[in-house]
T-cell receptor
């Protein structure tokens, strides 16, 4: 069964600094990988996804993630943090077919002025 | 842009009462899901539904839970006799097919917050 590990339940960065949120996955077949963002009291919004095309995936709001099969990782990055990026970020994995998404525990990103 | 809508946004109920949470998935989607998120915890899969039947369910989805698609648009989650530990945010999601390729992306609603007293 697939699983996701997000390292760090809380990450704090200064405004303008690099954002790096870590995600490692486990899957028995080539996976689909996702990053979702959840703003306070809101639902889950898709940031970006990897579905076996380009390994470097660009998403909304300047975020990108790189799929590294050798490291079983799908870390999320953004070159320069903005105050509006403060939210909870969830990495998720699924396998081709009608398999449900499996989420990591989430990483709360705080951005300090 | 099509979206998944959920009602109610917040429901408060007494322990032991029945609760029905409603969802209207995106109209051309075929797969439907319920997830829950207990406050401060991860998003957990409950159940998936396809072709008018449950296709997969988690250990959380016990006999107290049921799902139904009573018409062509609504998708409901029923909790027969709520417990304190059912207090959570419940998310509905749907997924369609892009041609023959299923990219796996789920589209989520805003959630229904359930508080059991």
């Amino acid at each position: 069964a697939q699983s996701v590990t997000q390292l760090g339940s809380h990450v704090s960065v200064s405004e303008g600094a690099l954002v790096l949120l870590r995600c490692n996955y486990s899957s028995s077949v080539p996976p689909y990988l996702f990053w979702y963002v959840q703003y306070p009291n809101q639902g889950l919004q898709l940031l970006l996804k990897y579905t076996s095309a380009a390994t470097l995936v660009k998403g909304i709001n300047g975020f990108e993630a790189e799929f590294k099969k050798s490291e079983t990782s799908f870390h999320l990055t953004k070159p320069s943090a903005h105050m509006s990026d403060a939210a909870e970020y969830f990495c998720a994995v699924s396998e081709p077919g009608n398999t449900p998404l499996v989420f990591g525990k989430g990483t709360r990103l705080s951005v300090i002025a | 842009e099509p979206e998944v809508t959920q009602t109610p946004s917040h429901q408060v109920t007494q322990m032991g009462q029945e609760v029905i949470l409603r969802c209207v998935p995106i109209s051309n989607h075929l797969y439907f899901y319920w997830y829950r998120q207990i406050l401060g915890q991860k998003v957990e899969f409950l159940v998936s539904f396809y072709n008018n039947e449950i296709s997969e369910k988690s250990e959380i989805f016990d006999d107290q839970f049921s799902v139904e698609r009573p018409d062509g648009s609504n998708f409901t989650l029923k909790i027969r006799s709520t417990k304190l530990e059912d207090s959570a945010m419940y998310f509905c999601a749907s997924r369609g097919l892009a041609g023959l390729i299923n990219t796996g992306e789920l589209f989520f609603g805003e959630g229904s917050r359930l508080t059991v007293l």
